[in-house]
């Protein structure tokens, strides 16, 4: 697998807003898909998340991310709460080389 680079013809699905699947077979297979993609770049310090969407997947939501040091995944997540103050900070993007934009987070 590999990251998705912006193309014309690939931008709506890369900017598509994931589905949610229920199919626990096919959403653990996606992880462990973007697992593999993210796994080597976040060891020479190239990422810290992955969403599916990034390296082409649409219909699952599944997103990784480094926490304390380990590769987490989720599935199908859903924002319960929100506590804290937004934060906007300097992201870079996999699917678009050498660009950052500026990105709200909640803290």
Known sequence: MKIVKLQKSRKNSINKECSASNNKDYNYNVAMKCFSVLSPLVKKGEAVGLACNQIGITNARVFL????????????PVITKKIGNDVVLKESCLSINKKSFNVSRNT
């Open 65 to 76: 991310a480094v926490i304390n040091n380990k590769i987490r995944y989720f599935i199908n």
